[in-house]
């Protein structure tokens, strides 16, 4: 399957579990009114993931981005791959933790991120960290990023509306 055809595939088998999700409890208590209602409320909802979820991602994960001038080699080598698939350079973010991650995600080619750990850009080698951005470079071309991001931001989401004992306990 060629990667555009996949995005595609999954953004639509997500639409189609939302509109589920949102039109089915509406429409059995409104029918037909509740039908638009529910439709309403799924496309209200998928536009605000599509146009917020790169910003919300980096806000919930307290990332900062990383410039040329602290990473140039990185820098050099996201180009040079990114130009190899015919894609546009994805922006570099850095995750503040020793821990060795490193992550990808993205709706849109045009506006894909990887995550880059503190810890993980002091424990490798270059031929170690270029051959993990080939993979999550490559993540971004097929598609395999959509999928995940637009998870993340649905269970975000989700999460404001729990009424969890530990989330209250945060404001108080």
């Known amino acids: 399957m060629k990667p555009l055809t996949h995005i595609y595939l999954i953004w639509s088998l997500f ?6 999700l949102f039109t089915f409890p509406v429409t059995i208590l409104g029918s037909s009114l509740g039908l ?9 909802f998928l536009l605000l ?3 917020k979820a790169e910003t919300s991602i980096a806000h919930k ?5 990383m ?11 996201v180009r040079e791959l990114s130009r190899r698939l015919q894609i546009p350079a994805p922006q570099l973010k850095r995750l503040n933790t020793q821990a060795l991650t490193i992550g990808a995600y993205g709706l849109r080619k045009s506006k894909a991120c990887i995550v880059i750990s503190d810890g993980l850009l002091e424990s490798i080698s270059r031929c170690e960290l270029s051959a993990l951005l ?6 971004i071309w097929y598609g395999d990023t959509c999928l995940s991001t637009w998870f993340s931001r649905f269970l ?3 999460e404001i509306l729990s009424f969890s004992r530990n989330r209250s ?4």
């Open 15 to 20: 639409a189609l579990y939302l509109t589920a």
């Open 36 to 44: 638009g209602i529910g439709l309403l409320v799924t496309f209200i």
């Open 49 to 51: 993931l599509y146009f």
């Open 61 to 65: 994960l307290n990332l900062t981005s």
């Open 67 to 77: 410039t040329e001038a602290e990473q140039p080699e990185l820098y050099h080598i």
């Open 134 to 139: 080939g993979r999550e470079i490559t993540a």
């Open 156 to 158: 975000g989401a989700l």
């Open 169 to 172: 306990e945060e404001h108080t």
